[in-house]
Nanobody
């Protein structure tokens, strides 16, 4: 059973930075995608970035492009999301997920972490 544990969330002022980590354990397949999603109160869960372990392809939504960077440490089974120039509207619970297909559509991801809160406040 695949398990994901996120960490690194917290409180930060606009313009600040945070680095989220997603550590995976269990029966992980050789090729898969790791996606980062976020969900603000009253909003739907949205995919903001993913990385494919097959070819290293990465994707960023327009909202985070140029500010967030996804990376992977295969030796540690860890995927990171470096978040710079944070804005108030980035406030949300952030989740990582693993699935067979690199996509931003949540239903294609089979395994999810518990989420980590990111709050950007003035």
């Amino acid at each position: 059973q695949v398990q994901l544990v996120e960490s690194g969330g917290g409180l930060v002022q606009p313009g600040g930075s945070l680095r989220l980590s997603c550590v995976a354990s269990g029966g992980i397949q050789r090729d898969y995608a790791v996606g980062w999603f976020r969900q603000a109160p009253g909003e739907e869960r949205e995919g903001i970035s993913y990385i494919s372990t097959k070819d290293g392809h990465t994707y960023y939504s327009d909202d985070v492009k140029g500010r967030f960077t996804i990376s992977r440490d295969s030796a540690r089974n860890t995927v990171y999301l470096q978040m710079n120039s944070l804005k108030v509207e980035d406030t949300a619970v952030y989740y990582c997920a693993i699935g067979p297909v690199p996509t931003t559509i949540p239903k294609f991801y089979a395994y999810w972490g518990q989420g980590t809160q990111v709050t950007v406040f003035l």
